[in-house]
């Protein structure tokens, strides 16, 4: 099962209660009583259903971040969500830059929750706070990555997207429950460096004007706060990713 954000449009045919077109019914008493008997099947029938809709989308599952989930990233102290595209930085590694865009709707903003380098992890399975994960960019494919390199703007650690992966890929999830709630902040602390995944709040010029630099911090900060947003999150129903 999925759980997503959303609503769902019905759709009403127009009423013809008072068009004489219609033959007008008349039951037995056999006949009507069969019917209350199967109009209250339903009626139980539909209640289990959506009670176990209910305790599904409820369950620690989907209260928490789960391996194969695909979300969206919001920095908590600049509100911008954790973005990548196609284009490379010009200086540093040369790898695909990873920004951060206002724009909450934009397709390039989503991420899907892997297990560590070298390590599957199961899909559903809600992510422990303290674990290591990486995180790929779906569009692109290509996994969120720190390295050496200096970053642009702020000269902090430069923080790419790169494939097919390495343990530069690798990030802790720091978060105070057992598991990384999907209402709860977090920091993402990469293994090989320390440095913690910060906004810096420079922005770049074109040819991504406005977005702001994503990079590497050494020290615990409010620009290095994140929380989960829109997205699809896998429940534990699921198999191996």
């Not at 209250?40 to 599952?61: D, K, M």
Request: charged content about 20%.
């Amino acid at each position: 099962r999925l759980s997503t954000a959303g609503s769902d449009d019905v759709s009403r045919r127009p009423s013809h209660a008072s068009s004489p077109s219609f033959p007008t019914l008349y039951l037995t008493r056999r006949q009507d009583t069969g019917m209350m008997m199967a109009l209250r099947c339903f009626t139980v029938v539909l209640s289990l259903v959506v009670l176990l809709q209910f305790r599904g989308a409820h369950s620690a599952g989907f209260q928490s971040v789960t391996c194969g989930s695909v979300l969206k990233l919001a920095n908590v102290e600049t509100s911008v969500r954790l973005h990548s595209h196609d284009v490379k930085y010009g200086s540093g590694s040369g790898q695909q830059s990873v920004t951060g865009v206002t724009h909450a709707d934009d397709v390039n903003s989503y991420w899907v929750v892997r297990g560590k380098f070298d390590e599957a992890c199961d899909r559903g399975e809600p992510v422990k706070c303290g674990s290591t994960l990486r995180l790929q960019h779906l569009n692109t494919r290509l996994f969120l990555h720190s390295h050496g390199h200096r970053s642009p703007l702020s000269h902090n650690q430069e923080v790419s997207c790169f494939g097919p992966g390495d343990r530069g890929d690798n990030w802790v999830v720091e978060c105070n429950t057992e598991f990384w709630q999907r209402d709860a902040t977090i920091r993402l602390k990469h293994t090989d460096t320390n440095m913690y995944l910060h906004v810096s709040g420079h922005a770049y010029g074109r040819p991504i004007a406005g977005q702001k630099e994503v990079s590497g911090y050494s020290s615990k900060a409010q620009g290095n706060l994140w929380k989960a947003m829109e997205g699809v999150y896998m429940d534990s129903e699921s198999k191996m990713l």
